[in-house]
């Protein structure tokens, strides 16, 4: 079966501007995590959606947000962006809520470059 | 704050050579562990889970609790184990504690 697709997979954008990633789960697959991963943090939890209700979210500021639809696909969205929000996006789904249910399967990522 | 540390940002070893990638977490609850792992242009992707307590790709991880350690380790090392790997620790508890990885540790094997 198709693994996770995310949408799209590089884009440039600037200071200011916002920007909406989405990320289509495997089939079957209720939960959605998404993750910021940068060089010097590593991989950083961004929120988990599971049946279209965000039921945990890390430590980020309000510009990001997300949502779930009621077929799993699930979008984040990023509104006036900074230089530091430069940095590949990654989504990710399981078929519970929560990382404890089970393996997450990772999508190729978001490749987001601010200038 | 739940917490987990691997102190290696890079392990170089030779191939052939035993390898122990570390990991420690505080956690107040009984977490379950993960080991994931990133090989070049590949997705991350679910090396080994602590329940299992199987040996995937030769690699293995006891969980201390006494120690509060997931230590990954591979008695001798290849080639194609080079690879960035992510120590995740969740508690049951959930929350935004309940998925959060290490840094990693990028791991080189040397011919």
């Known amino acids: 079966k198709a693994g996770v697709t995310q949408t799209p997979r590089y884009l440039i954008k600037t200071r200011g501007q916002q920007v909406t990633l989405s990320c289509s789960p495997i089939?079957?697959?209720?939960?959605v995590s998404w993750y910021q991963q940068t060089p010097g943090q590593g991989l950083q939890f961004l929120f988990e959606y599971f049946s279209e209700t965000q039921r945990n979210k890390g430590n980020f500021p309000g510009r990001f947000s997300g949502r779930q639809f009621s077929n799993s696909r699930s979008e984040m969205n990023v509104s006036t962006l900074e230089l530091g929000d430069s940095a590949l996006y990654l989504c990710a789904s399981s078929w519970g809520q929560g990382l404890s249910t089970g393996e997450l399967f990772f999508g190729e990522g978001s490749r987001l470059t601010v200038l | 704050a739940q917490r987990v540390t691997q102190p290696e940002k890079l392990l170089s070893v030779f191939k052939g050579a035993p390898v122990e990638l570390k990991c420690n977490y505080s956690?107040?609850?009984?977490?379950?562990l993960f080991w994931y792992v990133q090989y070049s242009r590949q997705r991350l992707q679910l090396l080994l889970r602590h329940i299992s307590r199987e040996s995937i790709k030769g690699f293995t991880a006891d969980l201390n609790k006494g120690e509060t350690s997931f230590h990954l380790k591979k008695p001798f090392a290849q080639e194609e184990d080079s690879a960035m790997y992510y120590c995740?620790?969740?508690?049951?508890?959930?929350?935004?504690?309940?998925?959060?990885f290490g840094k990693g540790t990028h791991l080189i094997i040397q011919p």
């Open positions: 089939s079957g697959h209720r939960s």
């Open positions: 995740a620790p969740t508690y049951s508890g959930g929350g935004a504690d309940g998925l959060t």
């Open positions: 956690y107040s609850g009984s977490p379950e």
